[in-house]
């Protein structure tokens, strides 16, 4: 069986959704998107660990075309990031043309007749004038090697495949490493955890973030002052929260911190 589209893009990111709904309001209609996993989102849908959120502020981490006065904190987290993809991809008319659990599974380009040949993982063969790859770069964790872990008797996962079903309440956990997930989980399981040790290899450099709930006077503002959530509208939002604007400041004038000294200056506060 082979199937025709014009494009075929891969993921159901952020990328494989953005170039959906551009190529939807450029008036192109043949296209379809195959996603490996059970749900859109990409990164948002495999990362739900506690406390999972963006890095950089919220109204700044939306599409140009599809900003959202909504957001309910500074800097939004996980399950509501995934919500605005998924009413993104609604609102633009792209949910329909999302094929999940599809991975890609080879694609040759055919040169004489202009077109890539694709196979997904059940066999299907796509033939397309164009393929996209929204693949993304995060989603597939990366595991230490260390010696002897197969016989270690607790629970044990990644970050990216948090178990919930795992209670911390006063147990004895240990955290691998502290890049920009660790920064966030740690200091939501620190009050649970008996014991918490965090390894680390390189301390990083971490700034404060000034994160917050964004009271519904603001988000009116946002909803009804035109471009108030747009690129230049950053600067308004800086304006309205002075918070961020020493942010910024501060970004420039040593106020960053080696994470083994700030991190747990954020873990105390958060604890
Ligand atoms: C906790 C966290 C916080 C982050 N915060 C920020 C931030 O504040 N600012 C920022 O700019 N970035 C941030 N990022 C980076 C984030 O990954 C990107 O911003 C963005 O979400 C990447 O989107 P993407 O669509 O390119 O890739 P992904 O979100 O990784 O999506 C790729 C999709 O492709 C699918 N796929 C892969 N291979 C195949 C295949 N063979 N067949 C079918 N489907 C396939 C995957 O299943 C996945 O759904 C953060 C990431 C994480 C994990």
Request: glycine fraction near 10%; charged fraction near 20%.
């Amino acid at each position: 069986m082979c199937e025709t589209v014009d494009i075929l893009i891969v993921g159901a990111g952020f990328s494989g959704l953005c170039m959906a709904i551009q190529l939807r309001q450029a008036g192109m209609d043949s296209f379809l998107i195959i996603e490996k996993a059970e749900e859109i989102g990409g990164t948002w849908w495999y990362n739900r660990y506690p406390g999972c959120a963006c890095d950089i502020p919220s109204h700044l981490y939306s599409f140009s075309f599809d900003r959202n006065p909504e957001w309910t904190r500074r800097y939004a987290e996980q399950p509501e990031i995934l919500d605005y993809l998924r009413a993104a991809a609604q609102r633009h008319g792209v949910a329909l043309r999302i094929r999940l659990k599809t991975p890609l599974r080879e694609a040759a380009w055919d040169e004489q007749q202009g077109v890539w040949h694709a196979i997904t993982g059940d066999g299907v063969r796509i033939a397309a004038r164009v393929l996209v790859s929204g693949m993304g770069a995060l989603h597939v964790p990366r595991y230490p090697e260390l010696n002897g872990l197969e016989r270690f008797r607790g629970p044990a996962f990644h970050s990216a495949n948090w178990d919930s079903r795992v209670n911390l309440e006063g147990r004895n956990v240990a955290v691998i490493g502290t890049g920009a997930s660790a920064v966030q989980f740690v200091p939501r399981i620190a009050p649970q955890a008996g014991r918490l040790y965090v390894f680390q290899r390189t301390p990083a450099w971490i700034l404060p973030r000034p994160d917050g709930p964004i009271p519904e006077r603001w988000r009116r503002v946002f909803r009804d002052v035109p471009g108030a959530t747009s690129r230049s509208g950053g600067d308004a939002f800086s304006a309205m929260f002075p918070a961020q604007r020493g942010w910024s400041g501060r970004c420039f004038s040593g106020g960053s911190k080696r994470m083994s000294s700030g991190f747990w200056e954020i873990a105390r506060c958060a604890g």
